[in-house]
């Protein structure tokens, strides 16, 4: 996979244009399938998660229905970021998070008192 980088410009984002082959494969498959993308460092997993979440958005599934997990608090940040610009309207709630922060909302959803 090779990374390419994508320009967040509000409405004008060319999804197809920016994805090499296996991304845009990716892509296509989250379109209509659970996917995972896995792969060694750098080779463009959060720019592929990215463009599937801006993709869905584009189609019309609310931003508030977006969870992308990562590895780490700061690549979590750094995607959020992304999709607020890339999305180009306020949200409520974190768009991105780690697999434990999300854990522990689901525990806490359940269980107040922790």
Do not use: Y
């Amino acid at each position: 996979m090779t990374v390419k980088h994508i320009s967040f410009q509000k409405q004008e984002l060319d999804l197809p244009g920016l994805l090499d082959d296996s991304q845009q494969a990716a892509l296509e498959s989250a379109r209509s399938h659970n996917t995972a993308i896995i792969g060694a460092p750098g080779t463009g997993k959060s720019s592929t998660l990215l463009a599937i979440a801006l993709d869905a958005a584009k189609a019309g599934l609310a931003p508030a229905d977006i969870l992308l997990l990562t590895s780490n608090r700061h690549r979590a940040a750094k995607l959020r970021d992304q999709l607020f610009l890339g999305i180009g309207q306020p949200t409520s709630g974190a768009l991105a998070k780690t697999p434990t922060s999300w854990a522990l909302e689901i525990v806490k959803s359940e269980l107040p008192e922790v």
